[in-house]
């Protein structure tokens, strides 16, 4: 009886939350779904049931490079921002030593976030571009005779701008998994004759592990769903799954656009359960 | 029935919205007037039309405060303006039809959205300046003698059968779909201190002279015939209609394009004129599909930027104002009140001193000192400095406009922008061709 009540106490507590999630999540996810079935014409989409969007959207070899293209995005990006993410961190959490100073040091690495995603982005325009910041250095450096074209307007330029964008979704997580690190895990590997380094690849890692893989979930999903750094950072050159769908929009050819939000939804889903598997992320939060 | 349905769809449950509010002043007006207590009906419509607020959206090349405070100075009543990308502005005229009261839009924009019954026909008896309207817009011809351009000629989409005709008709009806605007003829812009040499033809942009520093505009329908006029000029495919392809057509036309892409001819696409205007100034592109403004904003940083006239001709595109189906009574009398002031003269003369065209030159004319209708409309070399209307110098002293005079350039347009019958598989195609 005892239990019946703190089960119906939970299950009111946690109403309001499932409410919103409902009518906010579920209700909108399962609305593209249905559009993603129906037809369109140039100004108008209607209620049918046909398979026409999928169809197109499996057949068409322009679906395979495009998301070959974001996963390419994908990887790269994650690379970096996990390599360069892992550093500061480490930095921050094991080799400053005052608290202050960690805290001081950290907020300085979110002073840019402070700004605009698209400004941040932008910014890189004009320093990159022929006549850029980046190729007249270079030129009266006497590095290079003419300007290097792929340094803008290029997959360069685009993860370029993603890895800057998005590593701090990997500082963070990182950084705070590792504060909580018990230092005399470290004081043990050293008394026992480890390294620096195998300090660092047998314990460090491995403890770092559910910080690395929310900052990677983070980074997967911002990158896979871009669809505006990809845009101006190619010249528009470039496809990404993200720009496929803004198009489409665009076009209001809403149920094809719909359907290619429901294979990306499916395929990020699929990626971010694969994380999953390798790490138990609520046992560690 | 019909009425009735109208009015409900105006109205919000249970709340009192704006428009209920201005017709119920519009009844105590007319009560006012039949109990005989104020005779000068006029005078008590002009009280009335000062509340009148009227939203309009559009594109940002005619969408100007400077209109809307213009409005308020004479006419009395409050325009509202929105600007909107093309795509955008598609987007709301067939979506939210609620949501504006006078649509700015092209002429390719309202063969797409008509069918969804959003507009209003125009009934031209209404509108004073009607028999001065350039003839482009009525028979399709701009002189008696011209051969009517590709693609969706104005007058193709400008008229229906009767005020809720939702089909086009082939000749003038008396009921207009757009009352034509603002037009203008567009070609290639280039930087002549990059190139060097003379330019006088499309084929230009996939010269793999000019590899890595060309651009095109990423907006389909527009994008696909400025790819079209290249493709025709090299001889490399033949069009019945480039303003309405067939789909072997669109094939053959995207894989030059997909295959000029893949060898690298292109720096960029660009979507809003802003974009545009970067890629020419900072000398990452040296020719591309531009607008007429973007022209003049890269010049007006002192870089030398040239709208070079190509002799297979223009693509040219036209906008016009549309009623929203939800207008009536006194909003739609302040409608046609606003259209005939717009056809009147003032704005004409507003927009082409920026270097579009008024649907009706001579009212314009009245507006523009000697110098300026000179260089900006007859192609006569300025005797002075040219300003636009912001004060900013356009044109030195002795400077004459690319292309021309209007003869010049309007009777030389080669197609119009378009929406096509294959337009789905063309977009298609469109993507495919920018995600390669």
């Given amino acids: 009886m005892r239990d019946f009540a703190v089960n119906r106490t939970s299950g009111l507590l946690v109403l309001p939350l499932v409410c919103v999630l409902a009518l906010f999540l579920v209700v909108p996810i399962c609305l593209i779904l249905v559009v993603s079935f129906w037809d369109y014409n140039e100004w108008n989409f209607f209620p049918a049931f046909i398979f026409d969007n999928y169809a197109y959207i499996f057949t068409s070899p322009v679906t395979w490079a495009t998301y070959l293209r974001t996963l390419q995005y994908t990887v790269i990006t994650w690379v970096f921002c996990t390599a360069i993410g892992f550093t500061v961190a480490y930095f921050l959490a094991f080799h400053v030593r005052s608290q202050t100073w960690q805290i001081a040091l950290f907020l300085l690495c979110t002073i840019p976030f402070w700004n605009s995603n698209i ?10 571009g022929r006549n850029g910041i980046a190729n007249s250095v270079l030129l009266d450096a006497g590095l290079i005779d003419v300007p290097l074209e792929w340094l803008l307007f290029s997959d360069f330029a685009v993860i370029l701008a993603f890895v800057h964008l998005y590593t701090l979704f990997m500082v963070v997580p990182v950084f705070n998994t590792m504060m909580r690190i018990d230092r005399s895990l470290i004081e043990a590997a ?7 380094w195998q300090t660092l690849v047998h314990f460090v890692l491995p403890l770092s592990k559910p910080g690395l893989m929310i900052g990677s979930i983070f980074i997967v999903t911002l990158v896979m769903g871009d669809f505006i750094t990809v845009r101006f950072m190619s010249g528009g050159q470039s496809a990404s799954v993200g720009r496929v769908i803004a198009n489409e929009i665009a076009l209001l050819q809403y149920p094809a656009a719909a359907a290619n939000a429901v294979i990306l939804l499916a395929t990020v889903l699929l990626i ?3 994380m999953l598997r390798y790490v138990d992320i609520r046992k560690e939060l | 029935m019909t009425d009735n349905k109208k009015n409900d769809l105006k109205t919000p449950a249970g709340g009192i919205t704006r428009r209920s509010l201005l017709k119920g002043s519009a009844a105590v007006a007319g009560a006012a007037v039949g109990s005989g207590a104020i005779t000068g009906f006029p005078m008590i419509w002009a009280q009335n039309i000062k509340n009148v607020t009227l939203r309009q959206f559009g594109t940002g090349v005619s969408n100007l405060n400077e209109v809307a405070a213009k409005v308020k100075e004479d006419l009395g009543f409050t325009l509202e303006m929105t600007a909107l990308d093309s795509d955008t502005v598609t987007q709301r005229a067939a979506t939210q039809p609620k949501s504006f009261d006078i649509a700015d839009i092209e002429y390719w924009i309202c063969k797409k959205v008509w069918g969804a019954g959003n507009l209003q026909a125009m009934d031209t008896s209404k509108i004073k300046n009607y028999d001065k309207i350039v003839g482009t817009f009525k028979s ?14 104005p007058h193709s989409v400008g008229f229906v059968e009767g005020p ?4 086009f008709a082939d000749s003038e009806t008396g009921w207009m779909t757009l009352i034509p605007t603002i037009y203008n003829a567009d070609t290639l812009g280039i930087r002549p201190d990059l190139i060097g040499r003379p330019i006088s033809s499309w084929t230009e942009l996939l010269n793999p002279e000019f590899k890595g520093k060309a651009s095109i505009l990423d907006i389909s329908s527009i994008g696909i015939m400025d790819a079209a006029m290249v493709c ?3 001889g490399e495919v033949q069009y019945g209609d480039k303003g309405n392809m067939t789909k072997e057509e669109v094939d053959k036309t995207m894989a030059i394009f997909t295959e000029a892409k893949k060898a690298g001819q292109f720096r960029a696409f660009w979507k809003s004129f802003d974009e545009s205007v970067n890629l ?17 904003a890269v010049r007006s940083k002192g870089i030398p930027c040239v709208y070079q006239p190509l002799k297979e001709g223009y693509r040219s595109w ?7 189906a939800n207008l009536s009574g006194l909003e739609l009398d302040a409608a046609y009140e606003y259209i005939n002031w717009y056809l009147d003269g003032w704005v004409g003369g507003f927009l082409m001193r920026q270097g579009y065209y008024s649907a009706v030159p001579e009212t314009s004319k009245n507006f523009m000192s000697d110098d300026e209708w000179g260089f900006w409309f007859e192609g006569k070399a300025a005797e002075g400095d040219i300003t636009n209307p912001f004060g900013d110098v356009m044109e030195k002293a002795g400077s004459v406009r690319d292309g021309g005079s209007f003869y010049d350039r309007m009777g030389a347009v080669a197609c119009w922008n378009a929406v096509m019958d294959e337009n789905k598989y063309m977009v298609r195609k469109w993507n495919e061709f920018i995600a390669a």
Avoid: C, H, Y
């Fill in chain 1, 119 to 128: 400004i941040r982005m932008i910014s890189w325009i004009p320093f990159l």
């Fill in chain 1, 190 to 196: 050293r008394d026992a004759g480890a390294s620096g």
């Fill in chain 1, 272 to 274: 971010v359960s694969v």
């Fill in chain 2, 140 to 153: 399709g011809k701009l002189t008696p003698e011209s051969v009517i351009a590709q693609g969706t000629a």
């Fill in chain 2, 164 to 167: 809720n005709g939702k089909t």
């Fill in chain 2, 232 to 234: 025709e000029a090299m």
């Fill in chain 2, 280 to 296: 020419m100034a900072s000398g990452e592109v040296v020719i591309q599909s531009m607008w007429s403004p973007a022209i003049t």
């Fill in chain 2, 318 to 324: 036209g906008g016009g104002l549309g009623l929203s």
